[in-house]
């Protein structure tokens, strides 16, 4: 930190970029008293544009054209680095080096190679580190998890769980740093990651998979003739290349608790945008979640009893993880959406560079490097014509 205050960055002023930068503008307005002041001092993109209007919409200081200058910076102590999975690596690395507390997107890297190296790093350096498994962060996700933590309704038997997306639906979307990259770097990695992160989350370590098949359905893209934000349209030649990863993956896995698992992610269902939910039944109850309706979740146990007893609609509030203190109108029914779960994000990052103990810490970078193996095991078992692969 510099002095009493903390300076942060974002590398990356993509899609997932802004959601970082609009949360650390908002993260001090969360929870208790006692958070330094934090100073918004830079966006960092190679898209100039990108970098300038990021920085003005979110009220940060300067714009810069690369992650040298943030590193460079006396000013930052705290960066998320937002950039395409391949550039994780280098830029995270540098920033260590560079004594700054690095907050990494998902996935962590491409590579199990990459992501121990990034581990390596980290242990070095002594700084703060996490990974963005920002579904964590959700009340009712965190909520279910509590009930099986706690036992209460014993234990799982089968989490069912998807991340549908329809963003590759299109054969004329332009082709993107997405699209390459070897087997597993596609929908699986790039949506796949969440749901198993999230999978464990919820129901523990997942000790092996099988069945996995990754197909791609849309074999070329055309190249675009400009610079497109996220998912966003954007004007296309007529030049194409091929696509070289999978559209989506589906899977079975085993977990260390016994339950089974069944897993699928797409990024060509068409009419979802952003489709994540999953079923999980377990000894004495079982819970539903629909990021559709992310201010609720499904819930049975054996009470009540008798004509009433069923599913129920359980909505977030007070009682439930993140809320009190984290919405300026905390109480049930009034509803919060993705974009809050990366403000409580930042909050605890931040708490969590500050010294202060009173939120769940980031997944650390050994959890990531522990995505990036599950995620090698499922394409592992693709590539073995769906034998059962461990992970290790």
Known sequence: MTGSSIGVAVVGAGMAGRSHAAAYRSASTLYDEGLPDIRLAAIADVNPAFAGDTARRFGF??????????????????????????????????????????????????????????????????????????????????????????????????????????????????????????TGSGALSDVGSHLLDLAEFVCGPIQSVRGAVLPTVIGERPLPLGAAVGHAAAEVSDVTEPVENEDLATFTASFASGAAGTISVSRV??????????????????????????????????????PTQGYRQVLVGPAHPYLTGGLPMDFPGVGYGQNDL???????????????????????????????????????????????????
């Open 61 to 182: 200081e300067r714009a810069e054209t690369g992650w040298e200058a943030v590193a460079a910076a006396d000013d930052v102590d705290v960066v998320s680095v937002v950039v395409a999975n391949p550039l994780h690596r280098q830029i995270v690395e540098g920033l260590l080096a560079a004594g700054k507390h690095v907050l990494c997107e998902k996935p962590m890297a491409p590579t199990v190679e990459d992501a121990e190296a990034m581990v390596d790093a980290a242990r070095a350096s002594g700084r703060e580190t996490g990974v963005g498994f920002v579904f964590r962060r959700s009340p009712a996700v965190a909520a279910v998890r509590d009930q099986v933590a706690s036992g209460a309704i014993g234990r799982p038997l089968h989490f069912n769980g998807h991340y549908w997306c329809d963003y590759g639906c299109d054969p004329k979307a332009p082709m993107s740093w997405r699209y390459k990259g070897d």
């Open 269 to 306: 269902a068409y009419g979802l945008a952003n489709s994540l939910g999953f079923e999980l039944f377990a000894e004495r109850g079982a819970a539903t979640f629909d990021l559709a309706r992310a201010g609720e979740f499904g819930f049975v146990d054996r009470t009540p009893a008798g």
């Open 342 to 392: 990366f403000t409580f994000q930042a909050r605890a990052f931040l708490e969590q560079v500050a010294g202060l103990d009173r939120l769940p810490r980031m997944a650390s970078f050994e959890e990531g490097l522990h995505n990036i193996r599950l995620l090698d095991a499922v394409t592992a078992s693709a590539k073995a014509g769906g034998a059962e692969a461990a992970i290790d």
